[in-house]
């Protein structure tokens, strides 16, 4: 089943305690992106890939980072997590069509991360 | 700086009622338009995209370039309807996909 995958689901972590939300999608898409939910914000964009080794910022990049050496896995890590990065993170796939990422968005369950 | 908008946080229909859930953005250039929807306990999904000019699940979206909207409208709502929409623009390079704050559709019997 196509599908992109997030772990762990939830997870309740102290403040400065290094970690790290994984994603992978088995679609072989080249963009991979993430995102925070928060209550009347929507979702934010931290940082996206347009394919491997390609990574750029999104809205809101501070206290995050990102890798990509596969095509298939796209990790979120938090280095240093703080209290306001609480949120709901979604991870999302996207094929690309002659460079262009005006296709489809397929996203994973989330992940419910709460910083104390 | 980009920025789409969703007026309304919650709106409340009842069954068979007419439904328009506003989008208005602020995008440079002519972005791609896309709504999609979350149902509880789900994944958030496309439901429809501008390019297609599609109608999904009796939903229609209408681009006005003028007043820089992309409305989600359906003459006749459904309790299976109840989700939360996001209208997403994404830019001309489609490497930002920016979504509004979202609307929680509520359809009563």
């Given at each position: 089943e196509a599908q992109v995958t997030q772990n762990p689901r939830y997870l309740i972590t102290v403040t400065g305690?290094?970690?790290?939300?994984?994603?992978?999608?088995n679609m072989n898409h080249e963009y991979m992106s993430w995102y925070r939910q928060d209550p009347g914000l929507g979702l934010r964009q931290i940082y996206y890939s347009?394919?491997?080794?390609?990574?750029?910022?999104?809205?809101?990049?501070?206290?995050?980072?990102?890798?990509?050496?596969?095509?298939?896995?796209?990790?979120?890590?938090?280095e240093s997590p703080s209290p306001n990065q609480t949120s709901l993170y979604f991870c999302a796939s996207r094929r690309t069509q002659g460079g262009l990422v005006n296709t489809e968005a397929f996203f994973g369950q989330g992940t419910r991360l709460t910083v104390v | 700086a980009q920025r789409v908008t969703q007026p309304e946080k919650l709106l409340s229909v009842f069954k068979g009622a007419p439904v328009e859930l506003k989008c208005n953005y602020s995008y440079s250039g002519s972005p791609e338009l896309f709504w999609y929807v979350q149902y509880s306990r789900q994944r958030l999904q496309l439901l429809l995209r501008h390019i297609s000019r599609e109608s999904i699940k009796g939903f229609t979206a209408d681009l006005n370039k003028g007043e820089t909207s992309f409305h989600l409208k359906k003459p006749f709502a459904q309790e299976e309807d109840s989700a939360m929409y996001y209208c997403a623009p994404a830019n001309n390079a489609g490497n930002m996909l920016t979504f509004g704050g979202g609307t929680r559709l509520m359809v009563k019997p």
């Open positions: 305690k290094k970690l790290t939300v994984t994603c992978s999608q347009m394919n491997v080794e390609v990574t750029d910022k999104g809205d809101v990049p501070e206290g995050y980072k990102v890798s990509r050496k596969e095509k298939r896995n796209f990790p979120l890590i938090l | -």
